[in-house]
């Protein structure tokens, strides 16, 4: 990288990757481990993980059954493998845009395709609208997909959009994918933990797509799962689960300890992102032009700057800006959307480094703004 090259210190808020630590307890079972022989595990997963989520999931009054709970590597396993399962060529998901980048990937590579529900950062990037997802469903709608607490806009759904959605799911028996992998997050204390499994009725509609990468600091486990009572379902996961044999039988072993981590570790950790977005937001609001809403929930925020093009702006900022030998480094938004030419002048941000750190990359991001729109008209790229 050119930045590099040129050696200098690089705020990366661009990934999110937390570097807060994961619990103890991962390391001491994957050490307290000793077998013959590394075997494959089951090809749904372990008993014992299974059995650890349907307790993590009981705490929020959901009752599963073992065969409810397909273990897969990571949370983007878990969407690929629903993808495949859903999907044939040509039938399409719902998606509210902004939204993780690779949803494109896994509906594409099961030759869907991706109808996007538009959001604006002038109304906070919501999106629960009866009226408008309703518009979206055609003959050949087979989902809709969405993240809450969301990524990469950080909205947070009410019980009451909640239930909109599951409604709309259910009345035109299309299935609802829910991505709750930040569902710790949630800084609205009043919402609650917030999951679609706590709609029963829409039990033969949903899958939820669950992580312990974000909730337990633990992205390099890789351990996700898939969460339906939808049989037919169930049976067509099964068949990817089986051809990839299992999921890593170590990760499975340490993650089994980390669904018995103390409640305290996710009020610590909220807690703390909660300090870091309140950093982000306030020096946010000391910048001229800049238009975000607050964020509800995860660690990510969508902005909009007053810059031309967010993606020149970053390569600039890393080719020909620096500070006292420092720049930083963001998403540009145009990726988390499908509709072209939109996102141009967003940004995310990722709000997991210490508040020192984020304080500093956002002076850089102020500085570099101002640097940035005073370079002479014909310099510019």
């Not at 719902?94 to 099961?110: K, L, M, S």
């Not at 969301?150 to 709309?168: C, F, K, Q, Y």
Request: net charge negative; proline share 7%; hydrophobic share 40%.
């Amino acid at each position: 990288m050119a930045a590099q090259e040129r050696g200098l210190k690089i705020y990366h808020l661009n990934i999110g990757q937390p570097d807060l630590a994961t619990p103890a307890s991962f390391y001491e079972a994957v050490n307290r481990f000793h077998a013959p022989t590394v075997a494959y595990a089951p090809s749904p997963g372990t008993p014992e993980l299974i059995d650890a989520i349907r307790r993590y999931y009981a705490r929020l009054g959901v009752r599963l059954e073992p065969d409810d709970v397909l273990i897969t590597t990571g949370g983007s396993e878990a969407l690929l493998f629903t993808c495949l399962s859903i999907l044939d060529p040509g039938t399409e998901v719902i998606i509210p845009e902004p939204y993780y980048p690779n949803y494109t990937t896994f509906v594409h590579a099961a030759g869907g395709v991706v109808r996007a529900m538009p959001t604006y950062p002038e109304s906070g990037y919501h999106y629960a609208s009866r009226e408008e997802l309703e518009r979206l469903v055609t003959k050949n709608t087979r989902a809709i997909l969405i993240t809450n607490p969301g990524n990469p806009t950080g909205v947070v759904l009410t019980r009451e959009e909640m239930r909109m959605i599951a409604d709309v799911a259910r009345e035109r028996n299309i299935f609802l994918i829910a991505d709750e992998v930040y569902r710790e997050f949630c800084y609205d204390e009043a919402a609650g933990v917030p999951t679609m499994a706590a709609f029963p009725d829409i039990a033969n509609n949903l899958v939820i797509v669950d992580s312990v990468s974000k909730r337990f600091s633990a992205c390099g486990a890789r351990v996700g799962c898939i969460v339906t009572k939808n049989r037919e379902l169930q049976q067509a996961v099964l068949k990817f689960c089986q051809s990839r044999l299992s999921v890593a039988t170590l990760d499975q072993v340490g993650a089994t300890a980390l669904y018995g981590t103390d409640p305290a570790f996710f009020a610590a950790s909220k807690e703390e992102y909660r300090r870091r977005r309140d950093t982000v937001t306030a020096k946010l609001r000391q910048i001229p032009g800049v238009r975000f809403t607050e964020p509800q929930g995860a660690f990510y925020l969508m902005a909009a700057l007053p810059v031309d093009d967010t993606d020149k702006f970053q390569h600039w900022l890393l080719t020909e800006f620096e500070d006292h030998g420092e720049t930083v480094m963001f998403a540009p938004g145009a990726p988390f959307y499908e509709t072209p030419g939109k996102g141009v002048n967003e940004i995310r941000i990722a709000y997991v480094k210490s508040q020192p750190e984020l304080e500093r990359a956002m002076d850089l991001l102020a500085l570099g703004i101002k640097a940035y729109n005073s370079r002479p008209r014909g310099n510019n790229p």
